[in-house]
């Protein structure tokens, strides 16, 4: 199993893609030994370098240089291609997500999505599927695919239905945010070069019933699944954890944090702008009450007022940007970033279980040979587990760091282009009314000019 | 003295040519409009000072002093550059000579002073007096209005303005000799006194309706506006976050680092950008609050219409029933019911003496309210002619300014748009780099 995976990495690495999707520093991508890590000089997470922790130290200041990493770029850029409108172009599958419609039943009422699927992958019969899917089938897909693979990074789904926010689970807004965030889900599966290939994603994708496959799986007792739902039911912790995993422990948590603060912030401006905007909204037409008092002035009165209800509607516009744009992108990484440490915990309780399992291994007193034997076996099975985890977490927190990087960068750039935007039409608005007003300049009267 | 008849070229009210009667103040004079005094010499408020001193409660109090200077014209058509004449002025002194001005010109639109407190504030822009940036404010606005009397085509001619410009000591002393402080009072009683006037000039009928409205329209705006800039405020400044929390995440990341905290600056910059925007927009608003303030007066001009019509059908009214009186007592007839022509019916007329000298108290009477009325219509005549001319200028001076005043409007607004647009292609370069 082990070596499966290191092979596919292997081939990952040679094959990666150099461009970033924009910028990207020179190409540093190889592998090293047989344990397949970005070797990226400068970036390297190289388990030797104190210096990597560093950059966690509370006094690290921001003219120091930065050390390592955490995470480092993506290997996998070539199943990252260019985004439009409705879904990922990746090589070999495109998802969308839509049509919300209410279905009600005696007992409940719900709403469910068409999903639609277009495909030239070879390991599925046909080329196109839509298939109808609630929410609830989409958290049993994302438990299915935690079960099998624990110590990889999943993209969150939508939170349920929250209260605090007073949002109602049939307003249109709520909708439509979830919709899109349920196809980002789907695409970052589509993306994802392990996930991608698991064989309930293609369920999901494609059959028209789901109850069937729901009752079949794997003893949700399994450890496995304890594991998924965050019970440890190990009385240990784990020992000690790697270095790596602690300086992606720590990632995680500040990052966390900053999505946290740039997502409140994110609210807050809408919250102001929202305000201003209702100023604004009584503001202008003022001049225009003012205009039908007056007979000269009427017209730049006029004028004014004009220019700014055409302002206020942009604002409203790039206040839709924020809103529908950057904000659900915030708010998907804030998810991530619990993923991460969830991710982290998984792998620490794989761990543990091999830790423990060994300590009673070498503790135990030779009883029964039979008994040692088993417990070998059991051993350097856990302990494969913990090699296996290992890997796929490393490996797949490389290709998350990338993907992250892509998205809040493309977001960001997004907002700033709107805003530019934005004040590029005000502008427009403003110099409109200005040349309008241009008269020929007018007599003065013999002393009786009054300056300003 | 004879008055020019080039100024009254808007004056259409049909009055009667006027003849200038204004008090025998000797300061008045009623010159043409070409030699007003502001192009004789130029008039400026250059700087401002703090000095304490003991106040009118013996208390030690902080106050500010204006700089008053003044050059001739002619000095600087020549091309020299002569030191100005000056001397320092407080803002009370301004206002007596306001209230001086407007109770000898109770026919011109006089300009306002800049506000006395900080009103229409935006929450961080300061109310206190004593702040820099509202001291320097006012300083425009005191030299606003010395530049507008002193090229007002009749108050510019007063003496005593010319005194508030060029002599420091003695001008309070004159102020105060020409008895202004109690017509000060009078006319503010006046102002608020309600009265029936049954004819008055429909002109100004329309003009005080418009003073009211044009006062409303006003004090609505400033006050939108004060609340749209403090929205505006909020939005810049909660940007400033942005730029805190990028440059603690750019700490966390190699790769887009650099990109993050660059942006992180723009983001700074943009959030501190909003302090100057408002603080330049505040110049609008006052030229808005100019025109809030000369609303009162113009409608103060139209009151002072209404009650010179009002005093005039007084006297009508009195001279037209002491004439009935006159009649009734020469021939004896009643033609209205009366008391005492019920009792010289039952009981007979009078005896002929007291009759006579009651007529002839009426006679005097009579004549006098004849002269009386001569005075009041003259005076309303000479007021509806002036005042109307007046209002005329003061509409094409307050069309020129506000439509200036809005031009300016858009350029400020066009400047935020040109920062915006900077600082975001700059914050939108640094995200590239990302």
């Known amino acids: 199993m082990g070596s499966r995976w290191e092979a596919e990495w292997k081939h990952s690495c040679a094959t990666a893609a150099l461009g970033r999707g924009g910028v990207s520093p020179a190409d540093r991508g190889s592998c090293v030994g047989t344990r397949c890590v970005a070797d990226l000089s400068g970036e390297v997470l190289d388990l030797e370098d104190d210096e990597d922790l560093e950059v966690f130290s509370k006094k690290a200041s921001r003219a120091s240089g930065r050390s390592v990493v955490h995470p480092p770029r993506s290997m996998v850029n070539q199943y990252r291609l260019e985004e439009d409108e409705g879904g990922v172009t990746t090589k070999d599958i495109f998802i969308t997500v839509d049509h919300p419609e209410s279905h009600v039943t005696a007992i409940e009422t719900f709403i469910v999505y068409r999903v639609l699927t277009r495909t030239t992958r070879g390991d599925f019969d046909s080329s196109e599927y839509e298939v109808q899917r609630r929410y609830q089938d989409f958290l049993w897909l994302k438990g299915k695919l935690e079960e099998a693979h624990p110590t990889l990074i999943i993209h969150p789904l939508p939170e349920k239905f929250v209260m605090k926010g007073m949002v109602e689970r049939f307003n249109e807004d709520f909708i439509e945010t979830r919709r899109?965030?349920?196809?980002?889900?789907?695409?970052?599966?589509?993306?994802?070069?392990?996930?991608?290939?698991?064989?309930?994603?293609?369920?999901?994708?494609?059959?028209?019933?789901?109850?069937?496959?729901?009752?079949?799986?794997?003893?949700?007792?399994?450890?496995?699944?304890?594991?998924?739902?965050?019970?440890?039911?190990?009385?240990?912790?784990?020992?000690?954890?790697?270095?790596?995993?602690?300086?992606?422990?720590?990632?995680?948590?500040?990052?966390?944090?900053?999505?946290?603060?740039?997502?409140?912030?994110?609210?807050?401006?809408?919250?102001?702008?929202?305000?201003?905007?209702?100023?604004?909204?009584?503001?202008?037409?003022?001049?225009?009450?003012?205009?039908?008092?007056?007979?000269?002035?009427?017209?730049?009165?006029?004028?004014?007022?004009?220019?700014?209800?055409?302002?206020?509607?942009?604002?409203?516009?790039?206040?839709?940007?924020?809103?529908?744009?950057?904000?659900?992108?915030?708010?998907?990484?804030?998810?991530?970033?619990?993923?991460?440490?969830?991710?982290?915990?998984?792998?620490?309780?794989?761990?543990?279980?091999?830790?423990?399992?060994?300590?009673?291994?070498?503790?135990?007193?030779?009883?029964?040979?039979?008994?040692?034997?088993?417990?070998?076996?059991?051993?350097?099975?856990?302990?494969?587990?913990?090699?296996?985890?290992?890997?796929?977490?490393?490996?797949?927190?490389?290709?998350?760091?990338?993907?992250?990087?892509?998205?809040?960068?493309?977001?960001?750039?997004?907002?700033?282009?709107?805003?530019?935007d934005y004040y590029e039409k005000c502008l427009a608005v403003w110099e409109t009314f200005l040349l309008s007003q241009k008269t020929p300049p007018c007599q003065e009267e013999d002393g009786a000019h009054p300056t300003t | 003295m004879a008055e020019d008849r080039r100024d009254r070229s808007g004056c259409t009210s049909g009055s009667e040519p006027i003849e200038d009667d204004l008090d025998d103040n000797e300061n008045t004079t009623m010159v043409g409009s070409a030699s007003t005094l502001s192009s004789r010499l130029e008039v400026?408020?250059?700087?401002?000072?703090?000095?304490?001193?003991?106040?009118?409660?013996?208390?030690?109090?902080?106050?500010?002093?204006?700089l008053v200077e003044t050059r001739p014209m002619e000095a600087l058509a020549e091309g020299r550059n002569p030191a100005p004449d000056s001397l320092w002025r407080r803002y009370s002194e301004f206002e007596v000579l306001r209230s001086?001005?407007?109770?000898?010109?109770?026919?011109?639109?006089?300009?306002?002073?800049?506000?006395?407190?900080?009103?229409?504030?935006?929450?961080?822009?300061?109310?206190?007096?004593?702040?820099?940036?509202?001291?320097?404010?006012?300083?425009?606005?005191?030299?606003?209005?010395?530049?507008?009397?002193?090229?007002?085509?009749?108050?510019?001619?007063?003496?005593?303005?010319?005194?508030?410009?060029?002599?420091?000591?003695?001008?309070?002393?004159?102020?105060?000799?020409t008895g202004f402080q109690d017509k000060a009072d009078s006319r503010l009683r006046a102002l608020s006194a309600t009265f029936r006037v049954r004819n008055p000039d429909k002109r100004f009928v329309e003009m005080k309706r418009y003073s009211d409205e044009l006062q409303t329209h006003t004090s609505q705006l400033l006050r939108a506006r004060a609340r749209v800039a403090d929205r505006l405020y909020g939005v810049y400044k909660v940007h400033g976050n942005y730029g805190r929390v990028f440059s603690e995440w750019s700490v966390l990341e190699k790769q887009m680092g650099d990109g993050l905290q660059s942006a992180g600056h723009h983001m700074d910059a943009y959030a501190a950008s909003i302090d100057d925007i408002l603080e330049e927009a505040e110049h609008y608003g006052d030229q808005l609050k100019e025109y809030l303030f000369y609303a009162e007066a113009l409608r103060a001009v139209c009151r002072k219409h209404e009650l010179s019509q009002y005093e005039l059908e007084v006297a009508s009214q009195d001279l037209v029933s002491k004439k009935q009186q006159r009649e009734e007592l020469a021939t004896g007839s009643v033609r209205t019911f009366s008391l005492k022509g019920m009792t010289s019916k039952l009981f007979g007329q009078e005896a002929p003496e007291p009759r006579e000298a009651r007529l002839h108290l009426l006679e005097e009477q009579i004549s006098e309210g004849e002269e009386a009325v001569k005075e009041r219509r003259a005076e309303c005549q000479v007021h509806v002619g002036s005042a109307w001319v007046d209002v005329l200028r003061f509409r094409q001076q307050k069309d020129r300014d506000i439509r200036e005043a809005l031009i300016g409007y858009a350029l400020m607004q066009i400047n935020l748009c040109k920062k915006g647009v900077q600082m975001w292609s700059n914050t939108k370069e640094c995200f590239l780099k990302m």
Request: with cysteine.
């Open chain 2, 100 to 177: 001086y001005l407007l109770v000898t010109y109770p026919a011109i639109v006089v300009s306002p002073l800049p506000e006395k407190r900080a009103e229409f504030v935006w929450h961080k822009l300061s109310a206190d007096n004593m702040d820099p940036d509202f001291v320097e404010r006012r300083r425009v606005g005191l030299e606003n209005f010395l530049q507008r009397v002193t090229s007002h085509p009749v108050l510019s001619h007063d003496n005593i303005l010319y005194q508030f410009l060029t002599e420091e000591q003695g001008w309070k002393e004159a102020v105060y000799e």
């Open chain 2, 44 to 66: 400026s408020v250059a700087e401002t000072e703090k000095r304490s001193g003991k106040n009118a409660m013996n208390m030690q109090e902080m106050f500010t002093v204006y």
């Open chain 1, 180 to 420: 899109r965030a349920l196809q980002t889900f789907l695409s970052k599966l589509a993306e994802h070069p392990l996930l991608s290939q698991s064989p309930q994603f293609k369920v999901f994708l494609t059959e028209q019933e789901l109850t069937a496959h729901k009752k079949q799986g794997p003893n949700f007792l399994s450890r496995v699944g304890a594991a998924v739902r965050g019970v440890t039911f190990s009385v240990r912790g784990v020992r000690s954890r790697p270095e790596e995993f602690e300086a992606m422990q720590e990632y995680a948590d500040h990052f966390g944090n900053k999505m946290a603060s740039l997502d409140k912030i994110t609210q807050r401006i809408v919250k102001e702008q929202k305000e201003y905007l209702e100023e604004l909204s009584q503001y202008g037409p003022l001049y225009a009450q003012w205009a039908d008092l007056e007979t000269e002035l009427t017209e730049p009165l006029r004028g004014v007022a004009g220019c700014l209800d055409l302002c206020g509607r942009e604002t409203e516009e790039q206040l839709h940007h924020l809103t529908e744009v950057l904000e659900p992108t915030l708010h998907q990484y804030l998810l991530c970033a619990d993923t991460l440490k969830t991710v982290l915990r998984r792998r620490d309780h794989i761990q543990a279980e091999f830790e423990a399992k060994n300590d009673a291994l070498t503790s135990s007193s030779s009883s029964k040979k039979v008994d040692l034997e088993t417990l070998k076996e059991e051993v350097a099975c856990l302990e494969e587990r913990v090699e296996n985890a290992n890997t796929a977490l490393r490996g797949d927190w490389s290709r998350w760091g990338g993907s992250m990087r892509t998205d809040l960068r493309d977001s960001l750039v997004a907002t700033a282009h709107k805003n530019v």
